[in-house]
């Protein structure tokens, strides 16, 4: 019999590795989910290929194959056993994090089943919904009956107000660590290395450590353009979750 309960049934107390990755803590939460609750639904197992973390699975969502066997039911739709739930960069998941809705005792006692949560077993527990910036349906339990989000409508990478973007990779080429910040004039200047994630080993090592010559990318996940104007001669754009104006030039469209 395939459903969530089955599935949370064969798993709850044990633990799940697919890839051996990382070698020093290898159980997580992507290969509980992606590695073996996509390919039990019916789908198949989605890599992070942006920023290495599963924030990935839901700010690619258009590109990577989720939707076609999951549907995007949106934030605000009432969760049932067996959703999946993707959290962005929060204080509830700080580097992200994926797990799957078992029930709740109100908005405030929201349960989901995943791994380490803690490390390194398959557990139920509360988390905070705050964070979560995706909300997917495995069309096998209920086919397409889910009223899904709204379709994107495609992007042309002419950014308006109120496009959605993701970032593109760019290189750090100095350091104020007194401030906090980093340099990248392609970018449009000084940024707080807090706003982004490395997303290679250009500078030797894919380890989250920060320093001249590391390849990042912002790390809010999808962002929404509240505001473009020219400034310095460049299209600049504000967007709501970084609160401060980066170039045009190094933001990605994903929505129109």
Request: hydrophobic share 35%; charged share 20%.
């Amino acid at each position: 019999m395939t459903s969530y309960l089955e599935f949370k049934n064969r798993y709850l107390g044990k633990s799940v590795d697919v890839d051996g990755f990382p070698a020093n803590q290898k159980y997580q939460c992507w290969d509980l989910v992606s590695g073996v609750y996509f390919p039990y639904i019916g789908g198949r197992t989605i890599s992070c290929t942006r920023t290495g973390y599963v924030k990935d699975i839901a700010t690619q969502r258009l590109t990577n194959g989720l939707l076609d066997f999951c549907t995007d039911i949106g934030l605000n739709a009432e969760l049932q056993a067996g959703d999946i739930c993707v959290w962005g960069n929060s204080p509830e998941c700080p580097l992200s994090h994926i797990a799957i809705y078992d029930h709740d005792e109100g908005q405030n006692a929201v349960y989901f089943l995943g791994q380490n949560q803690p490390y390194p077993y398959a557990t139920v527990k509360q988390i905070p919904v705050g964070g979560i910036i995706g909300v997917f349906r495995p069309d096998i339990f209920y086919g397409k009956n889910p009223q899904p989000a709204p379709k994107p409508k495609e992007a042309d990478q002419i950014l308006s107000i109120g496009s959605k973007v993701t970032s593109h990779g760019f290189y750090v080429e100095r350091m104020d660590y007194s401030r906090g910040l980093f340099y990248n004039n392609w970018a449009g200047g000084w940024i707080p290395w807090g706003d982004v994630d490395e997303i290679d080993a250009s500078d030797g090592a894919n380890d989250q450590w920060i320093r001249v010559g590391s390849r990042v990318a912002f790390n809010k996940g999808t962002m929404h353009v509240v505001g473009l104007k020219i400034i310095g001669g460049r299209w600049c754009a504000l967007c709501r979750e970084l609160g401060y104006w980066v170039t045009c030039a190094c933001l990605y469209e994903v929505e129109d």
